[in-house]
């Protein structure tokens, strides 16, 4: 994700771009300082586009681990670890989203099913490999939640979530 961004920054600089990207353990670092490091994030990014800036942290969906998990879990195994840290945060996790790039649709469904039934506090926007290799990061590949099967681009992502999220904000 961070290459595809950066690529999509180099192709129309000045309208959009990657303004910081931290890898996982810059991202760690991070979190601990805002005592969040039960959060076990991929990445923290922030996205500039158009006047207005996007922060987010990401998560690469591992999928199943293990050979032995049985063909009905394939669709589901690990990803409860993805977001557990956030069902145990009190505080407002300072971001506006919260992205997770699933495997595939079915994990993605399974995901977004879960949040619709035991929501976060976060607001959460989920993308598949298969659509992030198709099409840029920034172009309408994420659903959130909330909003059904319309998929969002990732500067209007505070919009699809709840009002008022954090980590939003104009330069």
């Given at each position: 994700m961070f290459l595809a961004l950066l690529?999509?920054?180099?192709?129309?600089?000045?309208?959009?771009?990657?303004?910081?990207?931290?890898?996982?353990?810059d991202t760690s670092v991070w979190l601990r300082e805002r005592d969040m490091a039960h959060l076990r994030a991929d990445g923290y990014g922030v996205w500039l586009e158009d006047g207005r800036c996007v922060r987010y942290l990401a998560h690469v969906d591992p999928g199943p681990v293990g050979d032995a998990?049985?063909?009905?879990?394939?669709?589901?195994?690990?990803?409860?670890?993805?977001?557990?840290?956030?069902?145990?945060?009190?505080p407002v996790v300072p971001v506006c989203a919260v992205?997770?790039?699933?495997?595939?649709?079915?994990?993605?469904?399974?995901?977004?099913?879960?949040?619709?039934?035991?929501?976060?506090?976060?607001?959460?926007?989920?993308?598949?490999?298969?659509?992030?290799?198709?099409?840029?990061p920034h172009e309408q590949v994420w659903r959130t939640p909330r909003m059904g099967d319309t998929r969002h681009r990732l500067i209007d992502l505070p919009e699809a979530a709840a009002d008022g999220a954090d980590g939003v904000g104009s330069v």
């Open positions: 690529a999509v920054s180099r192709q129309d600089p000045g309208r959009c771009g990657l303004f910081q990207w931290s890898a996982t353990l998990i049985a063909e009905r879990e394939q669709s589901t195994a690990g990803l409860g670890g993805v977001l557990a840290g956030y069902r145990r945060t009190d992205l997770v790039i699933a495997r595939d649709a079915a994990r993605e469904a399974n995901l977004l099913a879960d949040l619709m039934s035991r929501p976060l506090r976060a607001p959460v926007a989920v993308t598949t490999v298969d659509l992030l290799h198709q099409h840029w």
